[in-house]
């Protein structure tokens, strides 16, 4: 059987349902490492920093990635989308600022060059969110600026609207499933107009239907497209606090609307503004501050980030036995906390696709 290429490869990782995101990520990083070796797969997983089932269940996608990446090639092209690899010269250049970045994209339509923002906020939007939400991303996309978010009801429907109604106006949808899935149920349209004058954008394949870990992926993705993030409306528990979260580790601006102190839903946007992000009343606020530094700012490495808030539960121990320029071998982290080594493993990749620690040959983990 021959071997597989390596785009083969990486969307047959991609796309196997029995991988972790974290490995397939993981996988993906360290490809010519374990794709070609003879090593038995205890020896390759300790190399490769996963755990020990992930890379036996890995090695066996091997041999079906050429069919498994036809079938996912045909149905992008089904839906009038493509694939495209971290290797293609086609990956967005935001993108690859993340650590690790999404092996595999779903594009329908084209990214647009130049500056965008991400415009997010809560899926329960009042009339209020909505309001501001069509002033800035129709603002924006006006004075020629790509509007990049989410595709949920709420904030993010409202301003890929919006910025569709803007004269010349595009937009960037990022998915938290695949583009063969209604979700959410009614949006169909929504994304045929979006493609038309931007791109509709996944990491998953075709058919895989929305789950709830799948949002937060989705949301460094959406951070990391975008030169800034602004919060329009959003709770104190909202998924547009991890895009913003994100976009500040990746060293970008963070924007919010002020909301009302009574209202439950402007809470987190009032919370972003206190520990920090620039308020902004109105678009010409923000076109102020970006227009003149956007195109630099995408394109320019990432600056040191500040240290995120430890995770809970066991990561959370697993990541103070890492104290903060030092590193560790994962197997003195599974003796010191008592720990089989496959569970610290496990943590440590959730942590790595976090941003909290770096992996470096060994494997060995540091901050």
Known sequence: MAQPTRPELLIALNAAPALSRPAAYRLAQELDRWSTSGSPPDVLAAEAGVPRAQMRKALAVIETAADTAAREAAGAERLGGRIVTVDDDGYPSGLRHLSPPPPVLYIRGEIPAGPAVAVVGSRRADAYGREAADLFSRALAAAGVTVVSGFAQGIDAAAHRSALAAPGGRTVAVLGCGLGVDYPRGHGRLADEIAASGAVVTEFPCGLIPRAWHFPLRNRSL???????????????????????????????????????????????????????????????????????AAAAQLALPPSAPEPEPPPGFAGQVLAQIPPGSTRLADEIAIRLESPVDRVLAALLELELGGWVKRLPGPVYGR
């Open 223 to 293: 951070a990391a497209l975008a030169a800034g993030t602004l919060v329009v409306q959003a709770a104190l528990r909202s998924g547009s606090l991890i895009t913003a979260r994100h976009a500040l580790d990746l060293g970008r601006d963070v924007w919010a609307v002020p909301g009302r102190i009574f209202d439950e839903g402007s809470l987190g946007a009032n919370a972003l503004i206190r520990e920090g992000a620039q308020l902004v009343q109105h678009p010409a606020d923000l076109l102020e501050l970006l227009l003149p530094t």
